[in-house]
């Protein structure tokens, strides 16, 4: 059983700073794909941004690029997610999840068989 903690959410105002962190344990978090995503009230779940095992490969969505940044320290089994130049339309709850798959990795929601419990990322006008 693999167990995600995410910390570092709160209240910014737009053009502000977080990084997020996700700390995992209970599997060998250096051999898959860590992925972050995130859900704003009345909206669905959405793809945020992911990280190879290696951190050789990312990926994000296009609302975030040149913005956010995911990387990884596999000695620490931590992921991060560190924001810039934050705007209101980040605000979000934000789901760290793990790969189910040796290798897998991707925006896709189905590759991710484990879930944070989330943190709330709230960026003020």
């Known amino acids: 059983q693999v167990q995600l903690v995410e910390s570092g959410g709160g209240l910014v105002q737009a053009g502000g700073s977080l990084r997020l962190s996700c700390a995992s344990s209970g599997r060998t978090f250096s051999s898959h794909g860590m992925g972050w995503f995130r859900q704003a009230p009345g909206k669905d779940r959405e793809f945020v941004a992911a990280i190879s095992w290696t951190g050789g490969s990312t990926y994000y969505t296009d609302s975030v690029k040149g913005r956010f940044t995911i990387s990884r320290v596999n000695t620490e089994n931590t992921v991060y997610l560190q924001m810039n130049s934050l705007k209101p339309e980040d605000t979000a709850v934000y789901y760290c999840?793990?790969?189910?798959?040796?290798?897998?990795?991707?925006?896709?929601?189905?590759?991710?068989?484990?879930w944070g419990q989330g943190t709330q990322v709230t960026v003020s006008s």
């Open positions: 999840a793990a790969a189910g798959s040796f290798l897998a990795v991707g925006p896709s929601s189905a590759l991710y068989n484990y």
